[in-house]
């Protein structure tokens, strides 16, 4: 914030609301950006999104939790104002847009562009329960050709208004057929001389609607060294007059003398000075709750150092500077410098809304109102899209996981689940995928040796994922062993281009490393030892599963592994077969579409050694490149902290969403999320369904994941 401060040359005004979520637009916003990426099952997709006739359709969930969350959203926009010229936009409004957007983006703060009569629209939804009514009058009103742009709305009256609003010394009212309307609007009389951090977010305090408008004027420097100047001269003058006859007014200039000498010291320290007017706009649906909404935002206020005061009589002009029109109607302006305007944070609050996020969670533990966490891991802010699910059993893991899988499909994204404990057959059935039983004595095969490309660029990496594989299955193998084994592999696998030969089988891999003639000696007996060693997985045993031609179709969008028996039968089995799953669907990520989501429950199965955290940080970035996420969950946050590829991939993932750990991992959490003693000792305490999203670049949330019926 302080860099786009330094930056800013040209009047602003900050408009800050906190709002009851709007359940409808979000679900008519989001449903339709999904309607464009829905390939297959289309018909279904959009049954299960917004069907009447099932109760837990998707947009019945999104209103239910809006309803029963108490749900609140903190939104930040920004105005230009402009100079119209014959009811034409300026010509360099445009260049001044994109010039403030470019400067948002480079210091992290993501925007887009809107017009000023949408924001009215946004204000009216909030204040006035929708209705157009004052939107539509001041479009009626003047010319209101609107620039595209950051909230840009000029209007050639001086007062745009209807005359339908009744205004009152201290409120006003807005008569709608519904109802009366009643607001109250007033101004910062006097600002804190010492400020934390985002002490100027109010409006994500509050339990009703309200709005805060900042306008930021700032100061040329030569202008503001001039009138230092002045003042020290002033009082200097008046020092000199009251010493000795008027202590009061000695001790008021002496304290004068210290602001002024602190703005210049300052001025001096390369901060800018500005001029801050605030404003703020409170709602409600009568007079008794209006009065009560403003006694409480007084208290608040007096809490931080604020003063409020009531725009007494000029109700009207308090509102015109509130409303989205980059015009300042009552004057009530206090000098502020770079340090503490960057240190205001209005926006800021306990929500998170990533651009079409996914209604997942919301934010905070305390009860009361709370704002949605809306996630989107393949959105713009996030490098990667991967994502780590951390807790205890039956903390509510799988049930976020459950939610995050279904939300990506219902966008239009391709699904594979890995379930070992025979958790998401309901979601799989629900979305008509399909289901594949991996197990030692029958069901489903599928052949290690389909990740070996076609192509020559595919089969060298297929070849080197084949080899880890088996490498991981033999166990300890010498160096001379592992290039034995690879040189076989690529002998039995059919060269680049050639579709005519079947497919290698670990029988095939067994016999060329025991019949090859083109060794002897010690070399001989290596090899011998890996074709013994191969045998296992050859017999009836696990034949099956490890040495026998896949027989499943893998063209489904929703894809279920389940390895529920062989977890139960065998865990250095079942880590291998997740290893295999995940082989296996290398080429399925290479079917055409824009974004795709594994989920690997257990995750520790691969997270306990090198290689196979080496395994799964390679994966993670081969999903990235072709638009896949991965969906790691595991029980111990140790297991991520268990060697340095193991944090590798943890420090790949979008986010860590964090459920009750044990205390003996206090200092695990500190180390990679870098929390202190007392928010690692929050997690040990956590109930069911609460969690902290560690999110990337260093943003910390506190989330309660909503009851989905999924």
Known sequence: MARFLAGLDTPVQLLVSNNRFDSERYLARTIDRWRG????????????????EDPNAWNAFANAAAANGNLRQTKVRLMLPTRRVRGHSPPDAESRIERFGAALSQVGIAWRAMCGLELVLELERAFLNGGGLLANALAAGGPVRIVEGLE????????????????????????????DRFCAAGYLRALPRAVDTGWLALPSRFDCDMTLSLHVDPLPDEEVMRRVAQSEREIAGALDESAGTDPVAAREQRWRAEDVGELAEAMRGRERY????????????????????????????????????????????????????????????????????????????????????WLLAACGWDTGPSAPFLFNPFGPAYENPHVAILGQSGTGKTHLARAIAYSAW??????????????????????????????????????VFDAVGDDERSFAGGVANVAGFWRAALGKMSDHQAALLSNAIERVCPPPGDRTRRRAL?????????????????????????AQRLQRFCGPAMGRLFSSPTNVQLDNDLLLFKLAGLRAQDVDVFSLAVRLTLLALARWLKRPASRRLILIDEAWCLLHDRAGSRFLLDLAKTARAQGAMLLMITQDVADFAANPLARSVLANCAAAMIFRQHRAHGAA???????DSEGSARVSTLRRGQALAALAGGERVAIEVFNHPW
């Open 152 to 179: 840009n709305l000029a209007f050639d009256l001086a007062d745009p208004l209807p005359e339908w609003i009744e205004f009152a010394p201290r409120h006003m009212r807005f008569p709608l057929a519904e109802g």
């Open 410 to 447: 219902l966008s239009g994204a391709e699904v594979a689940l890995i379930d070992p404990k025979n958790e998401y057959d309901s979601l799989c059935q629900r979305c008509a995928g399909s289901e594949i039983a991996l197990d030692l004595g029958g069901g489903s095969a599928l052949n």
């Open 37 to 52: 990426d829905w390939f297959t099952k289309t018909g279904l997709r959009e049954r299960l999104v917004a069907s009447p």
């Open 669 to 675: 959490l500190a180390d990679l999320f870098d929390l």
């Open 506 to 530: 670990a029988s095939d891999l067994a016999a060329e490393l025991g019949s090859d003639s083109s060794i002897d000696g010690a070399g001989r007996a290596a090899a011998l030892d890996l």
């Open 274 to 357: 500005f001029k801050l007017g605030g404003y703020y706009l409170v709602g409600s649906d009568s007079r008794e709750e209006l009065d009560q909404n403003l006694r409480t935002l007084r208290s608040a206020l007096s809490g931080i150092g604020l003063v409020g005061s009531g725009a007494f009589g000029y109700q009207r002009q308090a509102l015109m500077s509130v409303l989205p029109l980059a015009r300042e109607q009552l004057i009530r302006r206090r000098g502020i410098t770079t340090t503490p305007l960057a240190a205001a944070h209005p926006g800021s609050g306990r929500g998170r809304a990533d651009p079409d996020g």
